[in-house]
């Protein structure tokens, strides 16, 4: 089959023009954060130079100049923040208040048809689930690991088995788990829970297709990736403790649930609550995981895909956009805490 370069050239028109609006969109961040500050920098030092060999007194910094030079730096980050969050936010708050051709307003029909919807509230109490055990869990498995494993002989080995998980994409770690929960009728099992199962005596039986139980086996998966993370974060806490304050408590005789509970805990305090907010942030906008697993059907189906569902797939724009605003209305609560948190210990 020989290659149509006619047929192609509009294709490869759209991917010059992409080029070359690439090449100007970095060009002109490096123009702004470099060439720009930079020659501030040198008019700066010559008048610094000039004056200092005249014996003029040295020149005043202007504070109106400082403001537009942070102003150089502060603005690509600002740019970004309106076209990509505070644009679409606003777009999608009003189409929450539209119908489904984002035609006519209807109020709240939307957000009551939420809470008024059957299928709709198993979503949030599902979503709820997922925010209450996956944080909780994968903070405690990475937390039991790296103290089991702190300063053992093989740590750097043991810690890269448990953070290998991260590495995988979670349509990749999806996949991978469909695997392990896979069933085949009566005969012999592909997959490994199934042949455990079988192995033990028991039936074998469709995993991802039992509700509530399915939910928790996503659960697993989320928890499997997470806990490389949280494993991480708390390991390196617990090194930053200080010596003197572990050396101080062993002098005392404290036992190792003692240390754990009296030196440990209260010095990994910030840590903690870091991973826990990351992984409630996280969870709550997770979408591979079901979308691969189970595709959102029997009963396993969060705000996220939910929301993916009624905007593209039964094109309900405005229940679509109202679950999407929903989702950041849970988001905020966790985001200002973390702020205040963040406040708290640079205060202390």
């Known amino acids: 089959m020989e290659f149509d370069f006619a047929a192609e050239q509009p294709k ?7 080029l070359i609006a690439f090449v100007a969109v970095v060009g002109g961040l490096l123009l702004l954060l470099d060439v720009v500050p930079a020659w501030f920098a040198r008019r700066r030092e010559a008048q610094l130079v000039a004056a200092s060999a005249s014996g003029a007194p040295l020149p005043r910094r202007r504070k109106q100049r400082e403001g537009v030079f942070a102003f150089f730096f502060l603005l690509p980050t600002l740019l970004l923040l309106v076209i990509g969050l505070v644009v679409p936010a606003i777009r999608t708050t009003l189409l929450s208040f539209m119908d489904a051709g984002s035609n006519n307003w209807v109020g709240l029909r939307n957000y009551g048809w939420m809470f ?16 209450l055990l996956v944080p909780l869990v994968a903070t405690a498995f990475g937390l039991i690991y790296a103290v089991l494993v702190d300063k053992a002989r ?14 995988i994409s979670f349509v990749g ?3 991978i788990w469909k695997f392990v929960y896979a069933y085949r009728g009566d005969g012999d099992q592909i997959g490994l829970l199934n042949q455990i199962v079988v192995s033990l005596g028991g039936e074998p039986k469709q995993w991802l ?8 086996l996503l659960i697993v998966i989320m928890v499997w990736i997470q806990a490389g993370f949280a494993m991480v974060v708390l390991s390196a806490a617990i090194k930053a403790i200080p010596a003197d304050i572990v050396e101080a408590a062993r002098l005392d005789g404290v036992s190792p649930w003692q240390m754990f509970w009296q030196i440990t805990m209260p010095s990994i305090r910030p840590a903690l609550i870091v991973v826990l907010v990351t992984l409630s942030i996280a969870t709550l906008k997770v979408f591979d995981i079901v979308r691969t697993a189970t595709n959102g059907n029997y009963d ?40 205040r948190n963040l406040r708290q210990q640079r205060e202390g």
Do not use: C, H
Request: aromatic fraction near 14%; hydrophobic fraction near 60%.
């Open 12 to 18: 490869f028109l759209m991917l010059m023009y992409g």
């Open 116 to 131: 008024a919807e059957d299928s709709i509230v198993r979503v949030l109490i599902n979503t709820l689930i997922w925010v």
């Open 154 to 167: 093989f740590e750097a080995v043991a810690k890269s088995l448990i953070f290998l998980p991260m590495a």
């Open 173 to 175: 770690a999806s996949i």
């Open 209 to 216: 297709l039992d509700s509530p139980l399915n939910t928790f």
């Open 300 to 339: 396993t189906n969060v705000i996220a895909t939910e929301m993916y569902n009624q905007a593209f797939r039964y094109q309900e724009n405005g229940q679509g956009s109202a679950l999407a605003v929903f989702l950041f209305v849970l988001v905020i609560p966790i985001v200002i805490y973390q702020i």
